[in-house]
């Protein structure tokens, strides 16, 4: 290879003294590039402890995988020297075009990086032809540098929600900084351990009795933990989880009515729809079931009219929210009485979502990127894979980029 060339590759991967590209080998059949990296005679290197310039003690033979050269599979090659440092022993140098420990080059990583915003991890490991494992190595061990990094500090508002990993067997309970709209912590189950796990990781980090707002359901594992871990703070139970209780009675009720109603069937959500949110076709077929008299209909009306309590102020929305308890006891549908009895007990916290204006929506809104992270964690059941992505997708972290 002509010195020009080396000059050239040195260049483009941006070596500067004392180290050189040595040679470089470029095989046509096989599609591959191998470079070979050295440093000059009699080079002295910082010691990684203390950035004292030592002399090497010894190198050894590493090959690490680059981004391709003219869709060539590129690998370096260097020796890699340790030092000896008089105070701190006998240390590898930091190489400039990798980290410790890894068989890719830090341009390689940072395109994993990159790319893992659109694609899966299948697809990036396809693409870069590299194993799928590697890539999870390199997305995993970028995330935890990142979460060490994370300042929670300033947190004081808090929700917490649980995803159910496998319907009706796994949950996990996410905890999100509302105000950096950004998963902190993600807890394997729900109830009280799930908030031991969240105090325990966020240990010297986030101070407990600066949090001065939880949201969350009407869980009462949640509520008993809430109280004992945030001690100063508000509970606030939003229009969001409300309004699901108000649903889920509403179609039980349907599902009832149904038996005897063919007209019932396949209406399910129909009825979790807001009028002015009905397509035409959706309004017709409403309109003649809201002239039947049946109890879905008028248990529809209950949560329209419940949902009005949000619109309201503070003061008025107490009375009014009062008058709909009243109101719903009386309904003669124990489904509807049942809810009433649970916003009766679980009042204050109601009212603190419709004075604090505070909601776990945006939290709801990142459960459409979290089954994005599952999606792109597929066919991977290891815990680690499946945080990995969602920390990434969710967790505004601080990831590294191609320069």
């Known amino acids: 290879m002509l010195v020009k060339d080396k000059l050239l590759f040195q260049a483009a991967l941006g070596l500067k003294a004392p180290w050189f590209v040595s040679d470089v080998e470029l ?29 090497v003690h010894d190198t050894s033979e590493r090959v690490w995988r ?27 140098v930091e190489l400039p075009w990798a980290r410790p420990n890894s068989g890719f080059t830090l341009h390689i990583e940072a395109m994993v990086l990159a ?34 990094d994370i ?10 929600d649980e995803f159910a990993v496998r319907k009706g067997h796994r949950y996990v309970t ?6 950096g709209k ?27 009795r600066k949090v001065k707002l939880v949201c969350m359901d009407l869980s009462p594992a949640f509520i008993a933990a809430c109280k004992e871990t945030f001690p100063n703070a508000r509970m606030v139970f ?36 807001n009028p002015e949110n009905l397509e035409e076709w959706q309004e017709e077929k409403m309109s003649k079931l809201k002239d039947l008299d049946i109890k879905t209909a008028k248990a529809y009306q209950f949560k329209l009219a419940l949902q009005r309590a949000w619109q309201l102020p503070r003061w008025t929305a107490k009375r009014y929210l009062k008058k ?20 009766r007990a679980h009042f204050d916290g109601i009212i603190e979502s419709i004075r604090s204006k505070v909601t776990s929506g945006y939290a709801e809104g990142l459960n459409n990127k979290i089954r994005t992270a599952f999606r792109r964690a597929y066919g991977f059941k290891a815990k680690e894979y499946r945080d990995t992505m969602i920390y990434l997708v969710a967790g505004r972290l601080t990831l590294p980029t191609l320069n």
């Open 66 to 92: 680059h981004l391709n050269f003219f869709e060539y599979e590129t690998y370096l090659h260097a020796r890699v020297p340790r030092t000896s440092c008089p105070g701190h022993g006998v240390k590898q």
């Open 182 to 208: 950004r998963i902190i912590h993600i807890a394997e189950g729900k109830g009280k351990e799930s908030f031991v796990s969240f105090v325990q990781a966020t240990e010297g980090r986030l101070d407990a």
């Open 27 to 55: 095989s046509t059949s096989e599609k591959r590039l191998d470079i070979f990296i050295d440093f000059e005679r009699g080079a002295r290197f910082p010691c990684p402890e203390c950035q004292s310039m030592c002399q």
């Open 238 to 273: 939003d229009h969001f989880h409300v309004i699901k209780l108000m649903n889920d009675a509403i179609n039980k009720i349907r599902i009832e009515e149904a038996r005897d109603n063919e007209l019932l069937k396949k209406t399910k959500y129909l009825w979790l729809k």
């Open 115 to 148: 790319m893992s915003d659109e694609m899966s991890v299948a697809g990036i490991a396809g693409h870069l032809h590299i194993h799928e494992d590697s890539v999870w190595r390199i997305l995993r061990h970028y995330v935890n540098e990142a979460r060490k």
């Open 151 to 160: 300042d929670l500090s300033d947190v004081d508002q808090i929700a917490v």
């Open 324 to 343: 709909w308890i009243a109101w719903a006891e009386r309904s003669r549908m124990p489904e509807i009485e049942k809810l009433a009895r649970t916003i």
């Open 174 to 179: 996410f905890f999100y900084d509302l105000r």
